[in-house]
């Protein structure tokens, strides 16, 4: 006959004397060690910015991502929307570093229902990055980020 032992709080002594009785392994009375988050889980944030011309065709949207504490990146999506015979979009990506003037990190210009993706710049402390698009109407410029 099998004796069945009821333990009603278990604790790290008596769980090992179950085990032992029963003619089971040890239980390690070692505390368990906590591993901690990789710090270089990454977390996205869409639409941080996004701009149109007048009349929506030409629209841009600006996107971020953390790496890890004060490891920031940035890309825009740039499409335009326009069919028939309208002329395409021009954009531009710019960053510039603390007091400093803007430069150029992409630009080009976009047929009739086509659309762009920068690659990913950074955007860490004292960077700050806009967009531009023009339809031929004039530009369009977003807040810095």
Same mark, same amino acid.
């Given at each position: 006959?099998?004796?069945?032992?009821?333990?009603?709080? &278990?604790?790290?002594?008596?769980?090992?004397?179950?085990?032992?009785?029963?003619?089971?392994?040890?239980?390690?009375?070692?505390?368990?060690?906590?591993?901690?988050?990789?710090?270089?889980?990454?977390?996205?944030?869409?639409?941080?910015?996004?701009?149109?011309?007048?009349?929506?065709?030409?629209?841009?949207?600006?996107?971020?991502?953390?790496?890890? &504490?004060?490891?920031? $990146?940035?890309?825009?999506? $740039?499409?335009?929307?326009?069919?028939?015979?309208?002329?395409?979009?021009? /954009? /531009?990506?710019?960053?510039?570093?603390?007091?400093?003037?803007?430069?150029?990190?992409?630009?080009?210009?976009?047929?009739?229902?086509?659309?762009?993706?920068?690659?990913? /710049?950074?955007?860490? &402390?004292?960077?700050?990055?806009?967009?531009?698009?023009?339809?031929?109407?004039?530009?369009?410029?977003?807040? &810095? /980020?």
């Amino acid at each position: 006959m099998v004796q069945i032992t009821i333990i009603s709080k &278990p604790t790290a002594s008596a769980v090992a004397a179950l085990a032992l009785s029963s003619g089971l392994a040890t239980a390690s009375t070692q505390p368990a060690h906590a591993t901690s988050a990789s710090p270089t889980a990454v977390k996205y944030y869409y639409g941080v910015r996004q701009i149109q011309t007048d009349d929506g065709r030409c629209t841009a949207q600006l996107d971020a991502k953390k790496t890890a &504490p004060g490891h920031w $990146f940035v890309r825009a999506s $740039f499409y335009n929307m326009s069919g028939g015979g309208v002329a395409g979009c021009s /954009y /531009y990506l710019w960053r510039k570093k603390g007091n400093g003037a803007y430069w150029s990190l992409s630009h080009a210009s976009l047929r009739r229902n086509s659309s762009h993706q920068t690659a990913w /710049y950074w955007d860490g &402390p004292r960077y700050r990055v806009m967009m531009t698009i023009n339809d031929g109407d004039g530009d369009v410029d977003s807040k &810095p /980020y």
